[in-house]
């Protein structure tokens, strides 16, 4: 254990630097002035509100505020562990209808923002963490479970963001994490002492990470005896001394520099990722919520990924404004009322109603762990996040369909604004009587946005990835498909005698 370190900071020090927020303009005031080192495309950013290609993200984040201002019924919860009404998005679930509301808010906030409002890694991370430390505190008579709920009742007074961070780089894929030449590749700990803990490595892909006030730090994977020191969770400033943030390109990203609102297809919002280093971050004790207990990283990551993957109910929000958009599009080029087009939009809805009642479905089949907490049924969250990483592609195949290519060889905004060229363009774009041109541009630069754009990266790519890929479903599907019995109900019905 090294000496002690007289100026680490307390669990109280770390949250008296935390306002408490009320509202959506509250919240993007907390992101100023916080000293975090963040490069984007290459440069330090100074400014992260004013940012414009990061911008939209936190405009997204705070829909989730927005909306809770809006309409508390859908989108606050009464906490027993605070004791009055909180933000949806910080509530554990105390039944099966806090799981359902939870996801009618997603779909309401995909529909709003037509993007990765980032805010759900963070709630399916306390909720999988409230059953997780209960159940090692039983078995190893620690006392994270109350650790945990003290971090969280300040985290709902404040009404703070909660990032969750769980992907590791992983380096080569076949070595467990104390095998692997370059430690880093594994969050870990490298040091102790009297106040806390010490945690080097990175987290990959972290959605909405900038964006946050806290970061939930988790394994990644089922751990062996080996890797103690990997096993580890707790929770650290997103401001914390050593953390760096570079941010993820986007595709089409750096429309939102254009200037213009056409171009960028859905200029006011956008999802987020970046990858976090951490570099010997310190972590008081009250806030490490795992340590070294390495047979409950695979219960994490298992109850993570029940929440998580049922979360995915976020894209049936973005297939409703896609298929809107189709519809719009239809309707400007004249055609609503042709047959097959009115078919596409049928096969669109039915898709993503598919997603949507297979993500109900788990809500509603949900269980109760000892800890209290609800489970969203597993293998029905798992089909609802294997039907994700599928149905948005068809959708958006669709879409395109029904746009025409226009969407993709249409001129630009400045052209529209070009005083040699802007009315030739209004002329040629046109499509039906009495629909302006520009309008027509709008709804095709968003099919494009959603489809191949920006906010492609969370309709689609995340949608296959998140979560985990479809393959970690496959191997759920198979573990809780009950093959035995269902082959021993088909003997018996066919006679079949053993
Ligand atoms: Fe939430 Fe969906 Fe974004 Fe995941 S992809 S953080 S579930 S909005
Ligand atoms: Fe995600």
Not at 92 to 110: F, H, N, S, T, Y
Not at 358 to 365: D, I, N, T, V
């Amino acid at each position: 254990m090294d000496a002690i370190n007289q100026d680490a900071p307390s669990s109280a020090d770390l949250w008296d630097e935390f306002p408490v927020i009320a509202n959506a303009d509250d919240y993007i005031d907390s992101l100023k002035g916080r000293p975090m080192t963040i490069y984007c495309m290459g440069e330090k950013v100074e400014d992260v509100v004013g940012h414009p290609l990061i911008w939209p993200s936190i405009n997204a984040m705070a829909e989730t505020y927005r909306v809770a201002s809006e309409n508390p019924a859908l989108a606050t919860a009464q906490s027993s562990i605070a004791g009055k009404p909180i933000n949806r998005f910080l509530h554990i679930a105390e039944g099966p209808q806090d799981l359902v509301g939870k996801q009618e808010m997603q779909r309401e906030l995909g529909r709003r923002t037509g993007t990765c409002f980032q805010r759900c890694v963070g709630l399916d991370a306390i909720n999988s963490l409230h059953s997780v430390t209960y159940d090692m505190d039983q078995k190893h008579k620690t006392d994270y479970h109350a650790r945990f709920t003290a971090f969280l009742k300040q985290a709902q007074e404040h009404n703070v963001i909660l990032g969750g961070a769980m992907t590791d780089p992983k380096g080569d894929r076949s070595k467990a994490p104390h095998e692997q030449k370059d430690a880093d590749v594994f969050l870990h700990v490298t040091k102790r002492d009297d106040k806390g803990i010490y945690v080097s490595g990175a987290k990959m892909h972290q959605t909405g990470c900038i964006n946050s006030h806290w970061i939930i730090f988790m394994p990644t994977m089922r751990m062996g005896e080996k890797d103690k020191d990997f096993s580890v969770v707790g929770a650290v400033p997103a401001h914390a001394e050593g953390m760096t943030y570079i941010y993820g390109r986007q595709s089409c990203d750096t429309r939102a520099l254009d200037g213009g609102k056409i171009d960028a297809g859905n200029a006011e919002f956008s999802g987020q990722e970046a990858t976090i280093i951490f570099d010997n971050v310190f972590v008081p004790y009250e806030h490490i919520f795992m340590d070294g207990e390495v047979e409950f990283a695979a219960d994490l990551v298992e109850r993570f990924t029940a929440y998580h993957r049922a979360s995915y109910v976020c894209k049936t929000g973005l297939g409703d404004v896609l298929t809107g958009a189709a519809a719009a599009a239809a309707d400007y080029n004249g055609v609503a009322k042709v047959s097959h087009i009115k078919d596409k939009l049928v096969e669109m809805t039915h898709l993503n109603e598919t997603i949507y009642a297979s993500s109900m479905a788990s809500a509603h089949q949900a269980t109760q762990l000892p800890s209290g907490v609800w489970q969203n049924d597993v293998m029905l969250a798992n089909i609802c996040k294997h039907n994700v990483t599928r149905f948005p592609y068809e959708i958006a195949r669709l879409a395109q369909d029904i746009a025409g290519g226009l969407m993709v060889t249409m001129p630009s905004e400045k052209d529209l604004e070009n005083e040699e060229t802007g009315d030739l363009v209004r002329k040629f774009i046109q499509g039906r009587e009495g629909v302006d041109p520009v309008d027509r541009m709008r709804i095709l630069r968003l099919i494009e946005n959603m489809t191949l754009g920006r906010n492609a990266v969370g309709y689609l790519t995340e949608s296959m990835h998140g979560a985990g890929s479809p393959q970690a479903q496959r191997i759920l599907i198979a573990r809780l498909a009950e093959m035995e019995e269902k082959k021993a109900r088909a003997k018996k019905l066919a006679g079949v005698e053993e």
